[in-house]
């Protein structure tokens, strides 16, 4: 069984590495998921993650990298709607690997 | 060359929660639209009930549909019709929808199956 201890409690992840039960996830949780994927939260990355919540809040969906990209743009400035940027914070596969830190499902449209 | 004509016509017929069918809809919707693909949605049948308002699917443990749905904006999907006569048959006025859809019936109903070049039913 793929798992993380968080605190005390364990927290159980699919395949993948997303959580199993979304209700688990709180911020102690995405610096452990974040770790491991190698990265190291900043305020950047905590913008993403706080626009991937609250998107996912209001249409239950997580976005596809396009929309994301998008959206950052709309939300956090010009300058921060660029996949160059969350590339840099969030290498290889931004929308996934940033859905999975902030605790959504994997994004359906992710191949 | 000539470029293939990739245009796709989704067409929803089935209601909110009869099993995966609507996820399913709305997965292939977003996919081929976060990759920039010219894509239309149609409701018809019981599919319109999915743009009903005051969906609540808890008692199974289903997401509301209709709150899913109100994410096609976001993705640039705008071509989104209800069939007019599968309105009428279950007395659903086309104002209380929760997307705006254009109401099609007849000619504009054939012409959306004659010019899109794939058809997925769900």
Redo the contacts between chains.
Sequence with gaps: MNKIEVEGATVELDREGFLRDLHQWSRQVAVELARREQIDLGDEHWEIIDLLRSFYK????S?????LV??AGIKLGREKGSSLHLLRLFPGSPAKVASKIAGLPKP??CL | MQEADKSLLVVVRHGPYQGQLAREALDAVLTAAAFEQPVSLLFMDDGVFQLTPNQDGSAIDAKNLATMLAVLPMYDVDRVYVELDSLNLRAISPESLTLPATPVGGHALRDLFVNNAHLLSF
Excluded: F, S
């Excluded at chain 1, 209001?58 to 969906?61: F, G, Q």
């Design positions: 209001e249409y239950k969906v976005p596809a990298m396009r929309i998008k959206q359906t449209n």
